[in-house]
């Protein structure tokens, strides 16, 4: 038996909602397998490895654009919504890899980008070469200002104005990313209707759900009001877009109309599932309005832990208070790690700690009320890789270096063979590279250790998968201080004690805490009554 995880299964429940409580799998397709020995990871690397997703235990698959794009910002700039790049295969390729998943028991999610195309869109073409026509005004166009200069103050993300003067129609576009990707006019039925008509295409082809990339983007204020300046709250800005409150640019009251039309398609189908990807300061609120009731998304995917310094009780409890259990108010979705953030352990624990805090951190993970979404390679422990500026892909790092750090060194090749050269991902040298430490936590290494994070990580989403408490459970805080957390999920007539140690340091058993009842996991030595250092372990109370 695994030392760092007694387990004991429950019957699985029979969920009507798929989604809920579920445990996704976020797949980068440029960095999960190479199968054409072009050094970037493409559709059927996908489904050569579905099977290690599935061994997981997860329910779902995310898999981030994969559509035709120049690839700008890597695929979050669309140029097709209806294809998929050559880079990486064809749409018989994507259908392969449908059936597979479907065939292995898991669900398909696919991102969808409805703030903003690719500057090669074809709709992009068609609207910038002439102020009037059909498409004239699917894009956000604006007049110069009496001096020339931009329209407004308004930032891009990823710095400098969120205007680009263009010659053909002697106007300036508005971009809230790069300048590549042209911001949509999402105002207008008939650009909704387009990308509605994109969705239903994805719909059709089997996909389950939607990850809604940007969403409180999706809507500008048509007056083009300037952005009030920032308060200064005491933090390092890196870039011009620090230094404005995004109320105008962004976040227009009229998005959730649009998320109902979204929703009302997708209820269309069978059991698709839809999540809103919201950022900034209002992102909370934002992300209630977006989730709230029956007409609106299932979930909201928010950034509470993806930028956090520290991984804390007080961190924990305060993001599950967010999203108490009552009518009307939407489901969260968490992750610890994505392609845009560091990875987690680089930024929550020192080198020597990794090993103890990531068992620590699985369980914490399948304890979480919400969808917990596991980003590829999190289950490997990897960790964030140093990308010199010499090798650096990622644009935003490229042009604020070196004040933002870079996503590349998240988004480096998934490590499947210790021994091999390129760690198994391709035959030819990746597109970024491995780094050491990671190829030394490659699958097949950990696939042959019984006390590997991969086993636990395993372990602990089947228990997740079969115990209700756990999956859609009530979540109550009993106990929260510098170093430890209590909660008992409940459900169905079962309760689970939940107890963690966040530090480095052994603790006392939380005072009124009972240390009696079934353990169904512990992991770094923690039973009943003791709190090793990383210590945690999960107790189904016994009635």
């Known amino acids: 038996m695994n030392r760092m995880a007694q387990i ?92 597979r998943a479907h065939d292995l028991g898991l669900k398909v999610i696919v991102d969808q980008v409805y703030s903003h195309t690719s500057d090669q869109h074809a709709w992009f073409t068609e609207c910038r070469a002439n102020r009037v026509g059909p498409k004239a005004d699917w894009y956000v166009w604006a007049d110069p200002k009496p001096d020339g200069s931009p329209p407004n103050n308004w930032q891009s993300v990823f710095g400098g104005p969120a205007w680009t003067w263009d010659a053909r129609r002697g106007q300036y576009y508005m971009h809230n990313f790069l300048p590549e990707q042209p911001q949509l006019n999402c105002h207008l ?165 990794r090993a103890p805090f990531a068992r620590m951190k699985a369980m914490l993970m399948i304890a979480l009320r919400g969808n917990v979404i596991l980003y590829q390679g999190e289950e490997l422990g990897l960790t964030q890789v140093e990308i010199g500026f010499d090798q650096l892909q990622d644009p935003e790092a490229i042009a604020n270096w070196p004040l933002t750090l870079s996503r590349d060194g998240a988004r480096t090749p998934m490590p499947w063979a210790a021994q091999d050269e390129h760690g198994g991902f391709s035959a030819a040298a990746p ?38 408490a756990l999956r859609s459970g009530s979540f109550e805080v009993l106990h929260a201080d510098t170093a430890t957390l209590v909660v008992r999920r409940r459900a169905d007539g079962q309760a689970i004690l939940c107890v963690f140690n966040f530090t480095a340091e052994p603790r006392p058993w939380p005072a009124g805490t009972p240390a009696t009842g079934r353990v169904l996991s512990a992991v770094n030595g923690a039973e009943p009554g003791s709190m090793p250092p990383y210590g945690a372990l999960l107790i189904e109370e016994l009635s």
């Open 189 to 353: 039925p008939a650009v909704q209707d387009a990308l509605l008509g994109a969705a239903r295409f994805w719909l059709d082809r089997g996909v389950d759900g939607f990850r809604l990339d940007a969403l409180n983007f999706a809507m500008y204020d048509p007056a083009l009001t300037d952005n009030p300046p920032a308060p200064d709250d005491g933090k390092v800005r890196t870039r011009p877009f620090d230094f404005q409150q995004h109320v105008h640019n962004q976040s227009h009251a009229a998005i959730p109309q649009f998320i109902e039309r979204i929703r009302a398609l997708c209820d269309s189908y069978d059991a698709v599932f839809t999540m809103a990807e919201v950022g900034g300061s209002s992102a909370l609120a934002e992300m209630h309005a977006f989730t709230a009731g029956d007409a609106r998304l299932n979930s909201a995917y928010g950034f509470d832990f993806l930028y956090a310094d520290r991984l804390t009780p007080a961190l924990v409890a305060a993001a599950q208070a967010q999203w108490p259990d009552r009518p009307g108010t939407g489901w969260p979705s968490w992750a610890f790690e994505n392609h845009d953030a560091p990875r987690a352990l680089s930024r929550w624990c020192a080198p020597d700690q």
């Open 8 to 99: 004991s299964a429950a019957p699985q429940a029979d969920h009507q909602e798929w989604w809920r409580g579920a445990a996704i799998y976020q797949i980068y397709p440029r960095s999960f397998l190479d199968t054409n020995g072009d050094g970037v990871g493409d559709l059927p690397g996908i489904t050569q490895r579905l099977d290690h997703v599935a061994a997981l235990g997860v329910d779902a698959i995310w898999v981030s654009p994969f559509y035709t794009s120049p690839m700008a910002d890597f695929g979050y700039d669309v140029a097709d919504y209806c294809d998929v790049d050559p880079i990486f295969g064809t749409l018989a390729d994507f259908d392969a890899l449908v059936a």
């Open 431 to 468: 597109w970024l590279p491995l780094g050491e430490e990671n190829l030394a936590q490659a699958a097949d290494r950990q696939r042959q250790d019984p006390d590997s994070l991969l086993h636990l990580t395993t372990a602990l989403l089947q228990l997740r998968r079969n115990n209700p």
